[in-house]
């Protein structure tokens, strides 16, 4: 019969949104409900429940997944038994809602009393993110909470009343106490899942903030409920997250104007499987007034094959394993400037540098570790600023080195050939496009 029973000297009526909020109790507050469905293990005399939190020690442990901690468990079992004779109540509680649970306690005992709580709602309103231990005092407030499962000291610290609850840093007084064997520590606090690097501190919302940005290059960063892409010009955004090569994007001239912006998104709830892109994509036609659609057009393209009996050897085994690289370089070249006497100024070359432009330079060299033909096709449409289309039919991953400075693309293509067989011819072929437009 399922249960549902509810013992402590205080009543919450509101319960802190679970995750990044507020801690909704810390040491020294009475302790919340504790709240469960179904009694998995019964133990001794509270066969009906774990019975009130008042008149003994009550240590709470969280197991989210309890069959995957088989050595937890041994460790709590093996601090049951230690106080098997005195008054303190050792409660586990999981949300594991596998069917097979029951035959797995079966195989692998567990002691003191076991809960199930398949909506989390006890560790919601404890604070507890992690696996967390909370150990109650016999005047029903807590003493501290702990990471995991408490060791046998923190508990007779509880029970002896020299347990030091503790936010951060101990200081000096406490340290000495601690040192001196005369208080044992405890966490004041629930541990906190921390924050992801990168996720932006605003009030999660459904809308995707467009602005302009100032970050120096570009950065990007995500999580379940949230999407970051700095620095980034429209067209590369748009090949993000519609998931298309640069070199198949046709912008408006109007567009293609070197402006750079930030896109930034933090959800109320984790996001199902594209949906971070799908509202970035609706929030870029909606702030820039444009329409994407995917149309097939004839195009200048390059169709990468390769010469006949001479092809790169595909990797193998563990060879194959991990990740891999691409690099590439441009070929050298040179500013003239006026005969001086002094050398120029840094902001004399930045503004050199400004004058030339960089991606009318082609490629010299370059060099791929582990990786696949469609890997290197996408490195050579930015080099080459042209569509390429793979046609060599090689599956696997590939170490591919060519060196030599070339000094300009054609010469690059020959020593690509030579090296290391592969082909690139250029030709007119009908490729899917995504073609940007401006709504009037």
């Given at each position: 019969m399922w249960l549902r029973f509810a013992v402590s000297l205080l009543v919450i009526?509101?319960?802190?949104?679970?995750?990044?909020?507020?801690?909704?109790?810390?040491?020294?507050?009475?302790?919340?409900?504790?709240?469960?469905?179904?009694?998995?293990?019964?133990?001794?005399?509270?066969?009906?429940?774990?019975?009130?939190?008042?008149?003994?020690?009550?240590?709470?442990?969280?197991?989210?997944?309890?069959?995957?901690?088989?050595?937890?468990?041994?460790?709590?079992?093996?601090?049951?038994?230690?106080?098997?004779?005195?008054?303190?109540?050792?409660?586990?509680?999981?949300?594991?809602?596998?069917?097979?649970?029951?035959?797995?306690?079966?195989?692998?005992?567990?002691?003191?009393?076991?809960?199930?709580?398949?909506?989390?709602?006890?560790?919601?309103?404890?604070?507890?993110?992690?696996?967390?231990?909370?150990?109650?005092?016999?005047?029903?407030?807590?003493?501290?909470?702990?990471?995991?499962?408490?060791?046998?000291?923190?508990?007779?610290?509880?029970?002896?009343?020299?347990?030091?609850?503790?936010?951060?840093?101990?200081?000096?007084?406490?340290?000495?106490?601690?040192?001196?064997?005369?208080?044992?520590?405890?966490?004041?606090?629930?541990?906190?899942?921390?924050?992801?690097?990168?996720?932006?501190?605003?009030?999660?919302?459904?809308?995707?903030?467009?602005?302009?940005?100032?970050?120096?290059?570009?950065?990007?960063?995500?999580?379940?409920?949230?999407?970051?892409?700095?620095?980034?010009?429209?067209?590369?955004?748009?090949?993000?997250?519609?998931?298309?090569?640069?070199?198949?994007?046709?912008?408006?001239?109007?567009?293609?104007?070197?402006?750079?912006?930030?896109?930034?998104?933090v959800t109320p709830r984790d996001m199902d499987d594209g949906e971070g892109q799908?509202?970035?994509?609706?929030?870029?036609?909606?702030?820039?007034?444009?329409?994407?659609?995917?149309?097939?057009?004839?195009?200048?393209?390059?169709?990468?094959?390769?010469?006949?009996?001479?092809?790169?050897?595909?990797?193998?085994?563990?060879?194959?394993?991990?990740?891999?690289?691409?690099?590439?370089?441009?070929?050298?070249?040179?500013?003239?400037?006026?005969?001086?006497?002094?050398?120029?100024?840094?902001?004399?070359?930045?503004?050199?540098?400004?004058?030339?432009?960089?991606?009318?330079?082609?490629?010299?060299?370059?060099?791929?570790?582990?990786?696949?033909?469609?890997?290197?096709?996408?490195?050579?449409?930015?080099?080459?600023?042209?569509?390429?289309?793979?046609?060599?039919?090689?599956?696997?991953?590939?170490?591919?080195?060519?060196?030599?400075?070339?000094?300009?693309?054609?010469?690059?293509?020959?020593?690509?050939?030579?090296?290391?067989?592969?082909?690139?011819?250029?030709?007119?072929?009908?490729?899917?496009?995504?073609?940007?437009?401006?709504?009037?």
């Amino acid at each position: 019969m399922w249960l549902r029973f509810a013992v402590s000297l205080l009543v919450i009526g509101a319960v802190t949104v679970f995750g990044q909020d507020a801690i909704p109790v810390r040491a020294g507050d009475l302790a919340p409900n504790l709240i469960w469905t179904k009694i998995l293990v019964a133990a001794g005399p509270h066969e009906n429940g774990p019975g009130s939190l008042l008149g003994q020690v009550t240590v709470l442990v969280f197991f989210p997944n309890i069959s995957a901690n088989e050595k937890l468990v041994s460790h709590w079992n093996q601090l049951v038994s230690k106080f098997s004779d005195q008054p303190v109540h050792f409660i586990s509680i999981t949300s594991e809602e596998s069917p097979a649970l029951d035959s797995w306690i079966e195989k692998h005992p567990v002691k003191g009393c076991l809960l199930f709580d398949p909506k989390e709602e006890t560790a919601k309103a404890y604070g507890a993110e992690m696996s967390d231990g909370v150990m109650i005092g016999a005047d029903g407030r807590i003493a501290g909470f702990n990471f995991m499962i408490p060791e046998e000291q923190q508990i007779r610290a509880v029970q002896e009343g020299h347990a030091l609850a503790i936010r951060g840093d101990a200081n000096d007084a406490q340290m000495n106490e601690i040192l001196a064997g005369r208080a044992v520590r405890l966490d004041a606090a629930p541990r906190r899942i921390p924050m992801p690097t990168g996720k932006p501190d605003i009030a999660p919302s459904y809308e995707v903030h467009i602005s302009s940005s100032s970050t120096n290059g570009t950065d990007s960063s995500g999580g379940p409920d949230w999407f970051v892409q700095r620095g980034s010009d429209l067209k590369s955004i748009i090949s993000t997250v519609y998931g298309k090569d640069p070199s198949r994007i046709v912008l408006p001239a109007s567009l293609e104007n070197g402006n750079r912006y930030d896109f930034v998104l933090v959800t109320p709830r984790d996001m199902d499987d594209g949906e971070g892109q799908r509202r970035v994509r609706e929030a870029i036609q909606a702030h820039f007034r444009i329409t994407v659609t995917a149309e097939s057009k004839p195009m200048d393209v390059c169709v990468m094959s390769t010469v006949e009996g001479k092809t790169p050897v595909a990797k193998g085994g563990e060879e194959s394993f991990g990740g891999g690289f691409i690099s590439w370089s441009h070929p050298e070249y040179a500013v003239a400037t006026p005969r001086s006497s002094t050398p120029p100024t840094i902001e004399e070359l930045r503004k050199m540098l400004d004058k030339t432009d960089v991606s009318s330079l082609g490629i010299s060299e370059i060099s791929a570790s582990n990786s696949t033909m469609d890997d290197l096709r996408r490195s050579l449409e930015m080099a080459l600023h042209r569509p390429i289309l793979d046609e060599t039919g090689l599956k696997g991953t590939y170490d591919i080195e060519v060196y030599g400075k070339a000094g300009n693309t054609d010469e690059f293509l020959k020593m690509l050939s030579e090296q290391q067989g592969i082909l690139i011819t250029p030709a007119l072929r009908n490729i899917e496009m995504l073609v940007v437009r401006a709504l009037p």
